[in-house]
Every structure is written in structure tokens, then in C-alpha cells.
């Protein structure tokens, strides 16, 4: 059964940092290609698109985190990262990795999600 597992959700001030890690296990040879990703959901909001890579490293970022957040894949470890830097409050949301055969993109169309984990900005 193919997993994935978030950490390093927790709370930040505006303009800090936090590193998000989501570790997938069950990869079969198939699930090497698909693409990773990162989304967040907040209450009473659809989930959206943070950023997104695929196997071979192109990277697609939501417009309201790029310049601050970088998204990078250990495709020996099968695992995605999501560095966020400058950190605003209206990054508070649920985050959750997810992975997907149908090539990089921000639309939450992916079939293995992980649970998700808290990041809570505050001014």
C-alpha cells in the first residue's frame, strides 16, 4: 500500500521560516515517475496548489508563494520537501503532500495523499 507521510508542521512569525518533509513509502517502479507535490487547505476554502515537481525536477509554483518557497524531491528516498521562507499569515493552512501520474500540475488531480500538517503563521 503506497503511504505518504507529512512532518514539520508547527507554528512561525511572519517573515520566519519552516521546512515541510513528506516521506512516500510503498513506491513501486511505477510510482517513481509520478509527479509530487504540495497543497494547502484552509477552513471554508477549496485545497489549492503550493508546488508541485516532477520526477526529472521541473517545478511549478502557486503565484502567491513563488520567490519564497522551493520545492525539491529525493527521488532515491522518495521523498518531497517544501522549504518556506518569509513566511506570511495567510500561509496558515493545512498542507498535504501528494503524488500523482499525470505530470506536475496545481490542480489537486493527484490519487495518493498524504494525512496533512498544520502550519500556523502569526503577525
Known amino acids: 500500500m503506497v503511504q505518504m507521510t507529512e512532518s514539520g508542521g508547527g507554528s512561525a512569525l511572519a517573515g520566519e521560516s519552516l521546512r515541510l518533509s513528506c516521506a512516500a513509502s510503498?513506491?513501486?517502479?511505477?510510482?517513481?515517475?509520478?509527479?509530487m507535490g504540495w497543497f494547502r487547505q484552509q477552513p471554508g476554502k477549496e485545497r489549492e496548489g503550493v508546488a508541485v515537481i516532477n520526477a526529472n525536477g521541473s517545478t511549478t509554483y502557486g503565484d502567491s508563494v513563488k520567490g519564497r518557497f522551493t520545492i525539491s524531491r529525493d527521488n532515491a528516498k522518495d521523498t518531497v520537501d517544501l522549504q518556506m521562507n518569509r513566511l506570511k499569515p495567510e500561509d496558515t493552512a493545512m498542507y498535504y503532500c501528494a503524488a500523482g501520474p499525470k505530470g506536475a500540475c496545481l490542480r489537486p488531480d493527484y490519487n495518493v495523499w498524504g494525512q496533512g500538517t498544520q502550519v500556523t503563521v502569526s503577525s
Open positions: 510503498g513506491f513501486t517502479d511505477k510510482h517513481k515517475v509520478y509527479a
